[in-house]
């Protein structure tokens, strides 16, 4: 088991919170809008706050984005945390908005790093969020433009432009920690008009980083009370060393077969993942899953913004992934729900196969990872899975998948009703480990299984 160095608690300062209206001439700004439609559909609200405070030994002010069932009698209890991309988006919202809609959950937006909530936010309407302000630094577009991309490179020459980028995003964001747990603490204490009881922190890609950074470095930061600022912790698509357990909290660390270096080489891009280094045993309080086939971001239901992006892009006769990511991040937050508030454990973690200890995939004669979270598109497959497309930026994290022919489907399973038979099997395999959920279950046999015809 790995022991982290303890820390000195430090209990962080009440922050303040101030209720941001809209008017009719003043709204909200929305970093990623996927999804913000089905607001009505399920009863629920959005609603904006200013939160202040001492952060990093100087003052700060930022914006906080919380969405929550309308009738508060509705709530959960639960709520997501997610600190907003150093350059923009909140994709742990993309792919669990369903999942905590259907359920009650809550989901806030902490713009707590200062690139992207003084270059997103502030800069876009700055009368609207005069107050925000943060110890000065460079704002989000300055680190776009300088994200690592490149072709003809080796992965340590791709892992080292990384990292070198990577040391930028610290000191840019030094008061981000203690704003998160300000933030759970609002959370708690009623000041954003509910009383969370479960409050997890969460991120994907960058923000991944920051959530597997907070874990290493700021577990010693507590809520004013001395309590633990968060139930858990959910690290998505981001790598690196060995996380810590982080007794009490639980952590489930998910990575999806685009992280691998091995994998994004092709595609001239780097990642946060080192080889196979994070992999560690299990614990009271530690999982983690790799899930083959499983690109950065999901295709399957895509932005307006990203079908504008497909359409300049030419796939040689392969299409983009129909890999349903957002159904595993649904059931890997289901698990972190019944984890800390019933103690029910979770799955076994789960390795795809690699050679030793190296990033390189084993794979079967079609192409497709082995190992790892098994799911119906790799199970019974109907194509090829390549989970990072080699089409440049933004594309590469997009999945992409080439179908089998209809002589290949035969030989494989014979008739449309084997597969079926197939299918159905694979999704009760998925069902009983704990990685689908019964609702998303029935969307896949009726978009995928249903249809499948040869």
């Known amino acids: 088991m790995i022991v982290k160095a303890p820390l000195q608690e430090a209990l962080i300062s009440k922050p303040d919170v101030t209720y941001l209206p809209e008017t009719e001439f003043s709204k909200s700004v929305i970093l990623e809008s996927y999804h913000v439609d089905l607001l009505p559909e399920y009863c629920y609200i959005s609603e904006e706050f200013l939160i202040s405070g001492i952060a990093h030994g100087e003052p700060y002010c930022t914006r906080l984005l919380l969405r929550r069932p309308a009738d508060l009698n509705k709530f959960s209890g639960f709520v997501v945390e997610e600190p907003s991309h150093l350059w923009g988006g909140t994709s742990i919202w993309r792919h669990t908005n369903r999942w905590l809609m259907r359920n009650g959950h809550a989901w806030l937006e902490v713009d707590s790093q200062a690139p992207s909530a003084i270059g997103n936010i502030k800069n876009v309407d700055p009368e609207r969020y005069d107050q925000i302000r943060f110890i000065p630094?460079?704002?989000?577009?300055?680190?776009?433009?300088?994200?690592?991309?490149?072709?003809?490179?080796?992965?340590?020459?791709?892992?080292?432009?990384?990292?070198?980028?990577?040391?930028?995003?610290?000191?840019?964001?030094?008061?981000?920690?203690?704003?998160?747990?300000?933030?759970?603490?609002?959370?708690?204490?009623?000041?954003?008009?509910?009383?969370?009881?479960?409050?997890?922190?969460?991120?994907?890609?960058?923000?991944?980083?920051?959530?597997?950074r907070f874990i290493t470095h700021s577990s010693h930061l507590k809520l004013p009370d001395g309590s633990h600022p968060f139930e858990g912790y959910i690290p998505c698509q981001s790598g690196g060393a060995a996380l810590p357990d982080s007794a009490p909290a639980k952590i489930i660390e998910l990575l999806g077969e685009s992280e691998f270096p091995s994998v994004r080489l092709p595609c001239g891009v780097s990642g946060q993942m080192k080889e196979t280094t994070h992999r560690r045993p299990d614990s009271d309080f530690f999982r983690v899953y790799e899930v083959a086939g499983m690109a950065h971001r999901e295709s399957r239901y895509s932005s307006e913004l990203d079908v504008k992006r497909y359409s300049a892009v030419n796939l040689n006769g392969a299409k983009w992934s129909t890999f349903s990511n957002s159904f595993i991040y649904h059931a890997v937050f289901e698990s972190m729900v019944k984890w800390i508030s019933e103690e029910i454990a979770p799955a076994p973690s789960a390795f795809i196969q690699t050679v030793g200890n190296t990033d390189e995939i084993v794979r079967d004669k079609h192409g497709n990872a082995l190992g790892g979270v098994r799911t119906l598109h790799t199970d019974v497959p109907l194509a090829r899975f390549v989970a990072a497309t080699p089409e440049g930026r933004p594309n590469w994290y997009h999945g992409s998948e080439w179908p089998f022919f209809e002589d290949e489907l035969r030989?494989?399973?014979?008739?449309?009703?084997?597969?079926?038979?197939?299918?159905?099997?694979?999704?009760?395999?998925?069902?009983?480990?704990?990685?689908?959920?019964?609702?998303?279950?029935?969307?896949?046999?009726?978009?995928?299984?249903?249809?499948?015809?040869f």
Do not use: C, M
Request: glycine fraction near 8%; charged fraction near 20%; avoid cysteine.
């Open 411 to 453: 030989r494989l399973y014979g008739s449309p009703a084997e597969y079926r038979g197939r299918a159905g099997a694979a999704l009760s395999r998925q069902l009983q480990s704990g990685f689908l959920l019964p609702a998303d279950a029935e969307v896949l046999r009726r978009e995928t299984v249903e249809k499948v015809n």
């Open 137 to 212: 630094g460079p704002v989000s577009h300055e680190f776009a433009e300088n994200i690592p991309f490149t072709t003809e490179v080796s992965k340590e020459t791709l892992s080292q432009n990384y990292d070198d980028f990577k040391a930028k995003w610290w000191p840019a964001t030094l008061q981000s920690p203690e704003i998160l747990v300000a933030a759970s603490y609002a959370l708690r204490s009623g000041q954003l008009g509910l009383n969370a009881r479960w409050v997890v922190l969460s991120g994907l890609s960058q923000t991944g980083g920051v959530t597997r």
